[in-house]
Structure formats: structure tokens, C-alpha cells
């Protein structure tokens, strides 16, 4: 009998059987409602908050996880602030990949997936968040894709993943901050482009479209939408005053007085911010 044995038949008997679709395969990409995005009036004046101090000031009021560890800035200098779409990657499974052999064609896929559909959302500002497992092996995106993002006026793309085509990424000049490179495209490893503005977990930080980001050199932080006014009122105060402490300890000011602001410092750069205000 030709074939291997398995549970009184052969193996062989099966190589020709197809996998039923399950009803999943024909509803996706799964697609949440477009984000609400916050005034634009507000992050405009956000781009002057660094991601150090949202971070500090998110931990006080109480929301503690909202430091996207592991993706690194690729773009040296780059600051960007924006409201949030996101793109959520899921682990493969091959009954719900149908109708393509592995290697033929599986590109052209990728049409039909949350990748295509996710960057047809991007409004200006905006800065693309993608969940995808810190898998070093699955490209979630390349030059084309990106350059089609800048064309619609994306400002950053957040990847906890891979990314390829770096060297021509590069040139489009959009910031990116991702955990590394691959030479795969988004299909060919084992996660695959499942959801468009559903919240995802990005980096082990939750992500809810219409949230804000804040990157730098320092990383991504995440900001509540609802938040953004609180990190405006506290953020925009807490840097002015660093700017002070940061001429005085230059000037060989006391760390005691001055970082953080000691009553008497604090009284001192009430005084200065009122003469810069006057001047």
C-alpha cells in the first residue's frame, strides 16, 4: 500500500484532500471605525513635547505602560507627533490563506489584505502603529507601500517588527521606528495583515486608533486621545522649566536647587518666566 500509515490508513491517501474554508477567510481584512482623530490645533503644539517628558508625565497621572520598548529610531533627528491608525498582524494559519500555493503569488494577495487596506486610511498627520509580535523575520512593509504612505501625507510608521527595502526607505524619507530589517515581504514568514484601526498591542503598549504618539530619538510613547489637553497644560511648563534649570546648572547652579526645582528655585524661575514673558 503505497503511503505511510497513520490510524489504520495511508498517509498518501490525503495528499490530495483541500482544506475546507472557514468562514473567517471571507470577511477579512477585519475593519474597525475610522479613528477620531484629536484637533489638529493640539498636536500642532504637541510637536513641542518631547517623549521623555510625556513619559514622565504619563507615569504620574497614573498610566504606566505607554513606552513602545523595542522599536529603535531609524531616522536620526526625527521628532513626529500624531494621531494613530493602526494595523494589526496575526499569526498565520494556512486554511484561512486560501486559494494560493506557498510562493505563487502570494504578493498579489496581499492586496486583498489589512496591509493595502490600512494605508488607504492614512490622513495627513498621521503616524502608522503596527502590532506584529517583535517577529524578526516577516517584512511588514517596504518601499512602495511606504512612499504611498508619504504621498497621502503619513508623518511616521511605528513597527513592532520588521520592515524591508531599507535602502530605498531611506530616501522617501519618512521617519520609521522598527525593531530591524528583514529581506521578506509582509505574506512569506508566518504572521499575516489581519486588522485596520482595531486597538493592538504594540510592543506590549495598548494602541486604540485615534491615540497619540510621540517619537524621538528616545523611543515612542504612547498618549491617551483624551489626554492630550493634560500633556499640553503640564508638558509645555515642565520642558520651559527644564530650559531654565539646564542654563543654570551650565552656569554651575546647584543640582539641589535646581533639578528638580527646589522651593527656592522654583520661586526664582517664576521670576525669570515672568521677564522672558515681559521681554
Known sequence: MNGRHLGGQSVGMFDSLELPVPEIAGTLPITGPAPLRPDPALIERLQAVGTATASALMHRMRVRQTFVEGPLPRTPGAKVAGPVVTLQFMPRREDVITGIAPGEGEEQLEKSTALWSVFETVQPGDILAVQAFGDMKTGCMGDMLITFFKGRGGIGIVVDGCIRDWPRVQSIGTPVWTRGFTPNYASQSTLLPWAVNVPIACSEVLVIPGDVMIADD?????????????????????????????????????????????????????????AQAKG
Not at 239 to 245: G, K, T
Open 218 to 274: 528616545d523611543g515612542v510613547v504612547v498618549v491617551p486621545a483624551r489626554m492630550v489637553p493634560l500633556v499640553l497644560e503640564h508638558g509645555l511648563d515642565h520642558d520651559e522649566w527644564e530650559e531654565f534649570s539646564r542654563a543654570r546648572l551650565s552656569e554651575g547652579g546647584s543640582i539641589r536647587r535646581y533639578y528638580p526645582l527646589s522651593d527656592e528655585g522654583e520661586a526664582e524661575y517664576r521670576a525669570w518666566k515672568n
